[in-house]
Each structure stands twice: as structure tokens, then as C-alpha cells.
């Protein structure tokens, strides 16, 4: 599974991005995906996620009312949106999927950086105060 993330760029305080995360070259249409970002020299972070269905959603507590996780099943892509941004929203966000096993429910969710499968690069967020 490929993973192409995009939608970065610099935003003032108070803006918004829209990023994108495109899955390619796997056997579903739908994943479990996560949003993360991480600064350099720092751990990755958790931002958000959506389960396979896509009925479950799940926010870190610094985005919650601020970010929304979203997917179109048809594009096979998951969005984030970042509305009023703040200049510590700045990072690099990278997208990641799990593909769904056995044991898995379609309504799971996942929030460990180690629950997941695949990675896509990094896109740079840069919120200027």
C-alpha cells in the first residue's frame, strides 16, 4: 500500500489547511487511518483517526473542535481538516493505515503509532503567529 500525503503549506493563525492522504496498490478501498505529527527531535504524536467504516472518530485532546478527520471511500483518500490553526499546530503530519484482519472491527479505531501498517512521507504544517 502506497500512501500520498499532501495539503501542506503555511497558514497564518487563525487559518485552515485541508490535507490529504491517497491510498494506492493495496486490496481494499477502506482503512483504518491515522493522522500523526512530529516535530524534529520529537516523538511522533497522535492527531486523529477514523475507523474502516468510518462511524468512529477520535481526536487528540489539542485538535478536538478544531480538526476533522474525514474520507471519501470513493477517492480512497482520508482528509484532515485544520481549522484555527495555532503556531504550535506546526509540524510534520504523516497519514498511516491498517489493514484490517480477522480480528478486527470495522468500527475500531486506532491511536498507538505501532497500530499501523503503512506510512506515507511526511507533509509540512507551518502556522505563523
Known amino acids: 500500500v502506497q500512501l500520498q500525503a499532501s495539503g501542506g503549506g503555511l497558514a497564518q493563525a487563525g487559518g485552515s489547511l485541508r490535507l490529504s492522504c491517497a491510498a494506492s496498490?493495496?486490496?481494499?478501498?477502506?482503512?483504518?487511518t491515522g493522522w500523526f505529527r512530529q516535530a524534529p527531535g520529537k516523538e511522533r504524536e497522535f492527531v486523529a483517526a477514523?475507523?474502516?467504516?468510518?462511524?468512529?472518530?477520535y481526536y487528540a485532546d489539542s485538535v478536538k473542535g478544531r480538526f476533522t478527520i474525514s474520507r471519501s471511500s470513493a477517492k480512497n483518500t482520508v482528509y484532515l481538516q485544520m481549522n484555527s490553526l495555532k503556531s504550535e499546530d506546526t509540524d510534520d503530519y504523516y497519514c498511516?493505515?491498517?489493514?484490517?484482519?480477522?480480528?478486527?472491527?470495522?468500527?475500531?479505531?486506532?491511536?498507538?503509532?505501532?497500530?499501523?501498517?503503512?506510512w506515507g512521507q511526511g507533509t509540512q504544517v507551518t502556522v505563523s503567529s
Open positions: 498511516a493505515v491498517r489493514e484490517r484482519s480477522r480480528y478486527d472491527s470495522v468500527h475500531d479505531f486506532y491511536t498507538g503509532a505501532s497500530e499501523y501498517d503503512y
Open positions: 496498490g493495496g486490496t481494499s478501498n477502506t482503512y483504518a
Open positions: 477514523i475507523s474502516w467504516r468510518g462511524d468512529k472518530k
